[in-house]
């Protein structure tokens, strides 16, 4: 092997997660080696699930999107300004960084891991009722 005394492995992007963990499978490494990656796209929750790679750092890009059509409805019902930055005064944290390992990840292969709040619910409910933005205060 090329690097023997590899400890771990940082993967800088969601598309090499699937390449890492399946060459670990292949040379018996998954555990062995951490790793660390980004993105919780479902082959590389898998990966986590199958033991290969010990932690994905995700955005919860669900929840930041709602975020967005809800500054988008705002902007168009009372012609306010879209801001620069996601609003921090929503009841949960879109910018929130999800850290998925083994002990949080799914069962579900199918299923994603997101933010620990029913911002859909929150956000129709506001929408049925001509409420948009970012709460006050």
Same mark, same amino acid.
């Given at each position: 092997?090329?690097?023997?005394?590899?400890?771990?492995?940082?993967?800088?992007?969601?598309?090499?997660?699937?390449?890492?963990?399946?060459?670990?499978?292949?040379?018996?490494?998954?555990?062995?080696?951490?790793?660390?990656?980004?993105?919780?796209?479902?082959?590389?929750? =898998?990966?986590?699930?199958?033991?290969?790679?010990?932690?994905?750092?995700?955005?919860?890009?669900?929840?930041?999107?709602?975020?967005?059509?809800?500054?988008?409805?705002?902007?168009?019902?009372?012609?306010?300004?879209?801001?620069?930055?996601?609003?921090?005064?929503?009841?949960? =944290?879109?910018?929130?960084?999800?850290?998925?390992?083994? =002990?949080?990840?799914?069962? =579900?292969?199918?299923?994603?891991?997101?933010?620990?709040?029913?911002?859909?619910?929150?956000?129709?409910?506001?929408?049925?009722?001509?409420?948009?933005?970012?709460?006050?205060?």
């Amino acid at each position: 092997a090329a690097n023997p005394d590899l400890d771990g492995i940082f993967a800088d992007s969601s598309l090499h997660i699937p390449a890492i963990a399946q060459v670990l499978e292949e040379k018996g490494l998954c555990g062995e080696v951490k790793v660390l990656g980004f993105y919780g796209d479902l082959p590389n929750i =898998d990966a986590v699930r199958n033991g290969c790679v010990d932690i994905i750092a995700d955005a919860p890009v669900m929840a930041q999107s709602w975020v967005v059509m809800d500054l988008l409805a705002q902007h168009f019902a009372e012609g306010t300004e879209i801001p620069e930055d996601l609003p921090t005064s929503y009841p949960f =944290d879109p910018a929130e960084v999800l850290l998925i390992t083994a =002990d949080n990840v799914p069962d =579900d292969p199918e299923q994603y891991v997101d933010v620990d709040f029913d911002y859909v619910s929150y956000f129709t409910d506001r929408w049925a009722e001509g409420v948009y933005g970012p709460d006050e205060g």
